[in-house]
């Protein structure tokens, strides 16, 4: 089993930068992926960006440039940097790892963190 505890979330006004923290607990060694991905009110839950146990990150195009995904190995906690933030990146965004055992892959999720932009 996998814990994941987001933290970091909050209001900012729009231009604004937050960091949002995902603390990783358990069978953590054999994760392969770890991800945030958001949702919005009324939409679905979207990829926002993905880190692999290499240091191979993944982002969604529209949030290229803006966010970063890294992870520190020793504090077993992957980071999302968000500068410039937009209203639209409202939502609630969550914590996510992956682990591939043969055939089959185990997702995990964390509780969530609200991300309020103001305009």
């Known amino acids: 089993q996998v814990q994941l505890v987001e933290s970091g979330g909050g209001l900012v006004q729009a231009g604004g930068s937050l960091r949002l923290s995902c603390a990783a607990s358990g069978s953590i060694f054999s994760i392969d992926v770890m991800g945030w991905y958001r949702q919005a009110p009324g939409k679905q839950r979207e990829l926002v960006a993905t880190?692999?146990?290499?240091?191979?990150?993944n982002y969604a195009g529209s949030l290229k440039g803006r966010f970063t995904i890294s992870g520190d190995n020793a504090k077993n906690t992957v980071y999302l940097q968000m500068n410039s933030l937009k209203p639209e990146d409202t939502a609630v965004y969550y914590c996510?790892?992956?682990?591939?055992?043969?055939?089959?892959?185990?997702?995990?999720w964390g509780q969530g963190t609200q991300v309020t932009v103001s305009s």
């Open positions: 996510n790892a992956l682990r591939y055992s043969g055939l089959w892959a185990y997702d995990y």
């Open positions: 880190i692999t146990s290499g240091g191979s990150t």
